[in-house]
């Protein structure tokens, strides 16, 4: 008896010494509190007992059951996202034009350079080329040897000489090139997105033969800088004359010469092939400058991507009249619909420099979008995908969805910088039947440097 009596009394303390334990350390093996829940223990000294334990009611289970499944979602949502910025990351960069700008290419050779080119932009088979005594040579086979000589694309004016040199530049000294007196390197971190507004009010389609790709109305430079999170935009003039790729309209390459950047597009067939010509030849005007990407917009997206952000408020800057529609200079007016579209798109064709002065509208434009889908992006990053689904009929873009992921989250922390031009001047050669645009090298020099480069300390 003693001996049973001494075996209940040792169970009675390791049950105690579990109860014990369970109320210092609440996550207990749940089946010992089991098999003691409700059980009372009673001896010569003491009594014990081990309170029931509560069953949780459905709705809490269903309720934490739930509550892991969400955070189960969000957790792929987050991984997926991130793997999606990385990636986007990574492709947008390695698809650049090139690793960095070429600014001293004073001596750089060309090949197949037919000369300077008078181009039809109505029918892009008269193609004139224009030699250095002002004769002519017309026709559509623009193959065979140069005629006429470098005009003022690449190199340094005299006054600029003076301004740029390279001496001593390179990855040992940390410095790419000296300006005023200044040394610079190169920031490799900037990113570069080309967007062309074609001149058609059609949803994108191929074109009927390798020249009727459409012209690029707008070019416009997006630049985003992530060392100081500001985005600026670079507008180039439709008819800035620049090296262009020439093709037949069985879309045979002839050669390459100097005329309008805007006509590039219109070779190529009118999608992918016409914007990555055209991404490659503004580079090719800017020195080399990494270009990463380039979406063109056909100009009929115009009303619904303005009414997609609740149009857009701003004083007129000409008087004007067309498609029905009134504006005069200095009046403040809402665009809203086609009057939006009216606004960016019309020229007076028999106005001098009538694209400049569309430019100036457009950059007004541009300037109070963007202040505006910016405010509501940072409000709501779904913004970008709901306008890109919009006007995504009038786009032909290589972009991916990951490198859009990876642009929509940086855009957020992002500010507005402003518009800029490169100066340039109207060639009034008497020579030329259609309007030229020839950049000032020194002030595309001074840009690149202000907007690409930093100063070595």
């Known amino acids: 008896m003693n001996k049973i009596k001494e075996k209940i009394l040792q169970i009675k303390d390791r049950i105690c010494d579990k109860v014990k334990n369970m109320k210092e350390k609440p996550k207990a093996q749940p089946d010992i509190e089991d098999k003691l829940n409700g059980v009372e223990i ?23 059951i739930c509550g892991s499944v969400v955070a189960g979602i969000i957790v792929i949502l987050v991984s997926v996202f991130m793997f999606l ?6 492709s947008l960069y390695g698809r650049a034009t090139s690793e960095r700008p070429n600014l ?5 050779a060309e090949e197949n350079i037919i000369g ?14 224009i030699g250095d005594d002002d004769t002519e040579e ?17 190199g340094s004016s005299k006054e600029d000489s003076n301004k740029l040199s390279f001496e001593g530049a390179g990855e040992e000294s940390g410095y790419d090139v000296i300006y005023n007196g200044e040394k610079y390197v190169y920031n490799e971190d900037m990113i570069t997105l080309l967007f062309l507004g074609i001149d058609t009010k059609e949803a994108v389609k191929p074109a009927e ?40 309209k069985n879309g045979n390459y002839t050669g390459t010469g100097y005329t309008q950047i805007c006509l590039q597009h219109a070779y190529g067939g009118g999608m992918e092939k016409s914007n990555e010509m055209t991404k490659n030849s503004v580079s090719r005007m800017l020195y080399d400058l990494p270009i990463h990407s380039v979406t063109s917009i056909n100009m009929g997206a115009v009303p619904e991507l303005n009414d997609s952000v609740g149009g857009i408020t701003l004083n007129s800057l000409e008087t004007f009249e067309a498609d029905g529609y009134s504006f005069i200079e200095g009046q403040q007016v809402k665009l809203k619909g086609d009057n939006a579209y009216t606004y960016v798109h019309y020229r007076n064709m028999y106005v001098s420099d009538s694209a400049g ?28 995908v ?33 518009i800029y031009s490169i100066e340039g001047e109207l060639d009034k050669n008497p020579k030329w039947k259609y309007e030229r645009y020839n950049l000032n090298q020194d002030a595309l020099y001074e840009m690149l440097i202000d907007k690409f480069y930093e100063k070595v300390e």
């Open 42 to 64: 009673i001896d010569d000294d003491s009594v014990i007992t081990i309170p029931q334990k509560k069953k949780m009611k459905r709705w809490k289970k269903g309720l934490i």
């Open 85 to 90: 910025r990385i990636s986007g990351k990574s």
């Open 104 to 108: 001293n290419r004073e001596n750089q």
């Open 116 to 129: 300077s080119l008078d181009i039809d932009p109505e029918n892009m088979d008269n193609i004139i080329v």
């Open 138 to 154: 017309t026709g559509g086979n623009t193959s065979g040897e140069s005629h006429g000589t470098k005009e003022n694309q690449g």
């Open 209 to 248: 033969d390798g020249v009727s790709g459409g012209q690029s109305d707008a070019l416009f430079l997006l630049i985003l800088n992530p060392h100081t999170n500001i985005m600026d935009i670079i507008a180039i003039h439709r008819n800035s004359i620049a090296l262009v790729d020439i093709y037949d």
């Open 357 to 384: 002065m569309r430019l100036n509208r457009q950059k007004q434009y541009i300037t109070s979008f963007m202040n505006t889908a910016l405010a509501q992006v940072k409000n709501d990053i779904g913004k970008v």
């Open 386 to 418: 709901d306008v890109y689904n919009i006007i995504s009929k009038y786009v032909v873009t290589d972009l991916s969805i990951d490198e859009m992921t990876y642009l929509a989250s940086e855009l957020i922390s992002y500010k507005f910088g402003g």
